[in-house]
């Protein structure tokens, strides 16, 4: 079956701070995705990581991908509050290389970032 | 309209109730999915159609059931629901067959089964 598993789940910092969310699965794909939920909304795509080592970047949000580690980081440099919501990592379910396919998510970090 | 678009918003009904969900995409892709989001697990994958084929069912029960008359357009009819049936209800599309399946998702419709 597969995993996908991230901590903290729930993580309250102030604003200022660096943190880091960490994302496991265990699936062999080199592809994962980044998503954020504001409270009542959708999810909004924010990253899609394609190969091992890849990194990208949006503002204070940084995304990684270690393949071989099954890993994935999410680090938020200089929180600021508008950056409060749920965050979510997501692998293909299947992963047959081509074709439509589920996503399996991750239970979700909710983060607060206080004054 | 633009990306994924969902009608209703909002749905209350009975047990005994039959109602459709409706979820259209402008984004021009070929596949789209279903997931239910609840307050007790994960975002679950429920159905995944591509080039309005069913390719995946994810052991869903049968009051539960989509309809994809084309590649735009996704139903899902839903019939004698129970009360743990309450969530919110998430369609997404992708253009699938690339070198990635990031999927885009539309606002949700919030159901509450009494």
């Known amino acids: 079956e597969l995993k996908v598993e991230q901590n903290p789940l729930f993580l309250s910092m102030q604003e200022g701070k660096n943190y880091t969310i960490y994302c496991n699965y265990s699936?062999?794909?080199?592809?994962l995705y980044w998503y954020r939920q504001d409270p009542g909304k959708s999810l909004e795509s924010l990253f899609v990581l394609l190969s091992n080592g890849a990194v990208k970047q949006e503002g204070r949000l940084m995304a990684s991908l270690d393949t071989k580690a099954r890993l994935s980081t999410l680090h938020i440099t200089a929180a600021v509050h508008d950056l409060s919501a749920t965050y979510f990592c997501?692998?293909?379910?299947?992963?047959?290389?081509?074709?439509?396919?589920?996503?399996?998510f991750g239970k979700g970090t909710h983060l607060i970032i206080q004054p | 309209e633009t990306g994924v678009t969902q009608t209703p918003r909002h749905l209350v009904m009975g047990m005994t109730n039959k109602k459709s969900l409706k979820c259209e995409q402008h984004l021009g892709h070929n596949a789209m999915y279903w997931y239910k989001q609840s307050a007790k697990k994960p975002l679950e994958l429920m159905f995944v159609y591509n080039f309005k084929e069913q390719t995946e069912n994810n052991s869903v029960p049968s009051r539960f059931s989509p309809e994809c008359p084309n590649s735009s357009h996704l139903f899902l009819h839903l019939h004698t629901l129970q009360p743990e049936d309450s969530a919110l209800y998430l369609c997404?599309?992708?253009?699938?067959?690339?070198?990635?399946?990031?999927?885009?998702f539309g606002p949700g419709t919030r159901l509450t089964v009494l």
């Open positions: 997404a599309s992708s253009q699938a067959g690339g070198s990635y399946n990031e999927q885009f």
């Open positions: 997501a692998v293909d379910s299947r992963y047959s290389g081509g074709g439509a396919d589920g996503l399996t």
């Open positions: 699936t062999t794909s080199d592809r």
